[in-house]
């Protein structure tokens, strides 16, 4: 399948300007053949958090009708990303997920807030796996943070996930951490990890680095460092191959995992 990764400057608080960008992105990334569409984290607002009560999202009404009306209008499937939503007056760092008829398939918001971002001053952390399919494509979502806690990861792949999408804000003096996670997350899965970050604007400091690894750890695209739309052609039929010549998920002894390890 064609994975279309649109790399996005998101305009910090500028919402009308962010959407507008995404569909410009979305409408390109199809028209170049893409089958699945993502965006990366919180591209409706960026990171303005302070700025949540008038700008977040209400419900996410704007963005599932946003993503709804383009991917059944395309008849693309579109890993929505992240946006801020309000809920009952609180405020989430949510993932809907739409499959080519416009249906909603996934609703994540995230589980782990970045304490150094002050997230969870803010932000409500979700308690949901997000599995889904895509067709016949079994997928799960995570976002940023939540790729340095592997178990959260792997409860995903366990659940049938043969691709993992991470859509994210990784800031630049942390981006190896970004890419060597990334790399061990599709290794000890053997699943594919398509993974989408931010482009900043002067005043931020994110650098792109977007990544589409294969269940060997092999890379199969890195993204610049300015904006960016990729298409990459991905063939997922090889996760089954790799599991069988190296049967890890057949030789795992949770059983024992639950004995050493406590909550």
């Known amino acids: 399948m064609k994975i279309g990764c649109i790399q996005l400057n998101v305009g910090f608080g500028k919402v009308d300007e962010n959407y507008e960008r995404a569909e410009k992105f ?3 990334a199809v028209a170049g053949g893409a089958e699945i569409v993502v965006l990366p984290e919180m591209w409706n607002t960026g990171y303005a958090l302070e700025k949540l009560e008038e700008l977040a999202d209400e419900n996410g009404e704007r963005t599932k009708a946003f ?13 929505g990303g992240s946006v801020s939503v309000k809920r009952d007056d609180k405020f989430y760092n949510t993932m809907y997920t739409y499959n080519r008829d416009g249906e909603l398939v996934g609703e994540y918001s995230k589980v782990h807030l970045f304490r150094l971002m002050d997230e969870h001053l803010y932000l409500e952390s979700g308690s949901d796996m997000n599995r889904f399919a895509l067709g016949e494509l079994e997928a799960g979502g995570a976002i ?5 806690f592997p178990e959260w990861l792997r409860s995903h792949a366990l659940d049938g996930a043969k691709v993992l999408f991470v859509p994210a804000q990784w800031p630049t003096p942390r981006i190896d951490h ?8 599709a290794i000890e899965n053997q699943c594919f990890v398509v993974a989408v970050n931010r482009i900043a604007r002067k005043v931020e400091n994110f650098n792109g680095q977007s990544m589409i690894i294969g269940p060997w750890g092999e890379v199969l695209w890195t993204g610049a460092d300015d904006e960016e739309l990729a298409i990459i052609d991905v063939d997922f039929s090889t996760v089954d191959e790799v599991r069988g010549r190296i049967p890890v998920y057949e030789d795992r002894r949770p059983g024992l995992y639950e004995k050493v390890i406590k909550e």
């Not at 993503?67 to 890993?79: D, N, Q």
């Not at 940023?144 to 340095?148: A, E, K, Q, T, V």
Request: hydrophobic letters at 50%; glycine letters at 0%.
């Open 67 to 79: 993503l709804s009306s383009l991917s059944k209008e395309l008849a693309v499937h579109i890993v």
């Open 144 to 148: 940023c943070y939540d790729i340095r």
């Open 178 to 185: 970004w890419k060597i996670l990334l790399q061990a997350r």
């Open 26 to 28: 979305i409408r390109e």
